[in-house]
């Protein structure tokens, strides 16, 4: 079955970095464009950044020149590398696989103290 398993979460002080990881599994993941999308505690689920089948890559503009986007479509897995991180980038990471359907992961806490 379809899996999408993140990884790579935790505690960081503001001006640090992590690097999210999004393992999948049961679908032809070159096929899908891969996305990580966070959501603060009560606020909505944003889009982070997408990387399309294409290759073209976007961001919210909140991370752009922070965060870079990658995948890996031999390893399946696609990464988010996360630099400056501040306080208000405290949130619960999902990824994401798109194409005629989507699927979703379970979510990795991010918390940046300041």
């Known amino acids: 079955q379809v899996q999408l398993v993140e990884s790579g979460g935790g505690l960081v002080q503001a001006g640090g970095s992590l690097r999210l990881s999004c393992a999948a599994s049961?679908?032809?993941?070159?096929?899908?464009?891969m996305s990580w999308y966070r959501q603060a505690p009560g606020e909505e689920r944003e889009l982070v950044a997408v990387?399309?089948?294409?290759?073209?890559?976007n961001y919210a503009d909140s991370v752009k020149g922070r965060f870079t986007i990658s995948r890996d479509n031999v390893k399946r897995t696609v990464y988010l590398q996360m630099n400056s991180l501040k306080p208000e980038d405290t949130a619960v990471y999902y990824c994401?696989?798109?194409?005629?359907?989507?699927?979703w992961g379970q979510g990795t806490q991010v918390t940046v103290s300041g």
């Open positions: 049961g679908f032809t993941f070159s096929t899908y464009s």
């Open positions: 990387s399309s089948v294409g290759g073209s890559i």
């Open positions: 994401k696989a798109t194409s005629l359907g989507a699927y």
